[in-house]
């Protein structure tokens, strides 16, 4: 009986301990507002870096931070503010594509920040032009 009263008292625990959570109400979350979301590099020259700086601005009542910029591959890189972002505040998420295979490219760089939803999926694409081969003087 007392094992049975135990883990009565301890299902009852669990119960309220996991059903507490942990999502901030939406007044105190940041809100982001992008200048773009994409950018069409068009065509550009194998071998020669591309870079874009998506723009955004905080549109919540407290600040912006974010956490990380993860890049849907090793191919780009990317680099953001790292400061808090006040409230009506501006910041940047920079990112470049190294242009070295030949052909379309379509990747995307998902920010995880204090915003709802927690995270924003950037996209950058275009098409990487074969460099011209190399003429060998005779």
Known sequence: MKK???????AMVANVGFSQ????????LASI????????????QQGVPATFDF??????KTPLVIANAQPSCGCTTPSWTHEPVMPGGEGHVKATYNAANPG???????V??????????LHIKGEVEAAAPAVKPN
């Open 4 to 10: 049975l009263m135990f883990f009565a008292v301890l």
């Open 112 to 121: 995880t920040a204090n915003i709802e939803g927690g995270v924003t999926v």
């Open 21 to 28: 959570t942990t999502t901030a109400p939406a007044a105190d």
């Open 55 to 60: 723009q955004f601005t905080n549109k919540g």
């Open 33 to 44: 507002e992008w200048g773009a979301s994409t950018h069409d590099f068009g065509k550009i």
């Open 104 to 110: 379309a490219f379509d990747k995307t760089i998902t």
